[in-house]
């Protein structure tokens, strides 16, 4: 069935009692009305099909965001562990040398010296192990303004998990370790830019993002207030800033109840 040339429409007045007014519309302007229906129709199905897209996406941005932290956490988790070990390691390698063991030789007659139990009532002077240094963080690693807080986050409530505060600055700006410690780490990841991890003793890990440039690298000795990084944008942050997190024996914990009172300002 085609369209007809002209189409009646009756329009009547709001209360229903004045005269009803009729117009006619050509062929070509109910073609045009219909098509233009038509194409409000399809974009609004296409825009509904592209929020429904992008929600989805963001939902898988996120559980790989939630994935990658969760894979930091166990890493960081596993060099906290290994530095341990090494630290007992030492230890006891530096306790068979004060025994009189060689230290070549200190591992392999371990277990045969710790066997042997000397009888009851004789006294082995046997001196001290030396302890490691476990002194925590005692200064704000760069001057600015605290733009975001610690929080330990609740999914349940849509609070997103923070580790660290975030400091802002100006890119250039010195970065200098809160203590006395060893680089564990020097590298780049996709949230954090540059970033490097430096250990304190054996309860305190220190980390440091976003950064500009990293003057440091693994197996370097820094003193507590020595330069090791310029701040930056690196990473995913819209504004210049320093990332700052404290680790206690693997979990991390608010830099507020470390350090005292505020970074200095700039």
């Avoid at 429409?9 to 050509?26: I, K, N, Y």
């Avoid at 306790?95 to 006294?123: E, K, N, Q, Y």
């Avoid at 303004?145 to 890119?171: L, P």
């Avoid at 507590?224 to 024996?249: C, D, N, P």
Wanted: with cysteine; charged share 25%.
């Amino acid at each position: 069935m085609g369209i007809p040339a002209k189409t009646r429409v009756t329009l009547a007045s709001a209360d229903g009692g004045g005269p009803r007014r009729e117009f006619s519309l050509s062929r070509r302007a109910t073609v045009l009305l219909a098509a233009l229906f038509l194409i409000l129709l399809v974009v609004a199905v296409l825009q509904l099909g592209e929020a429904l897209i992008a929600r989805e996406q963001r939902a898988t941005i996120d559980e790989l965001e939630r994935q990658l932290a969760e894979t930091r956490d166990e890493l960081l988790k596993s060099r906290i562990a290994q530095a341990e070990l090494e630290q007992t390691r030492l230890l006891q390698e530096e306790l068979m040398v004060m025994l009189g063991v060689p230290r070549s030789d200190s591992l392999s007659a371990l277990a045969d010296t710790l066997c042997d139990v000397p009888p009851v009532g004789v006294s082995v002077d046997v001196p001290p192990a030396p302890e490691a240094a476990t002194a925590p963080p005692s200064r704000w690693p760069a001057a600015g303004v605290i733009i975001r807080e610690f929080t330990h986050g609740d999914s349940s409530a849509g609070v997103e998990e923070h580790r660290g505060v975030d400091i802002a600055g100006e890119v250039g700006d010195p970065v200098v370790a809160a203590a006395e410690g060893d680089v564990d780490f020097v590298g780049t990841d996709e949230v954090l830019g540059n970033y490097l991890e430096i250990r304190h003793g054996l309860d305190y890990v220190t980390i440091y993002g976003h950064c500009s440039w990293v003057g440091v690298g693994p197996g370097h000795r820094v003193r507590a207030g020595e330069k090791i990084a310029k701040m930056g944008h690196s990473g995913q942050t819209a504004i210049t800033q320093l990332h700052f997190e404290v680790w206690k024996r693997g979990e991390a914990v608010d830099p507020r109840k470390i350090l005292a009172g505020e970074p200095a300002p700039r």
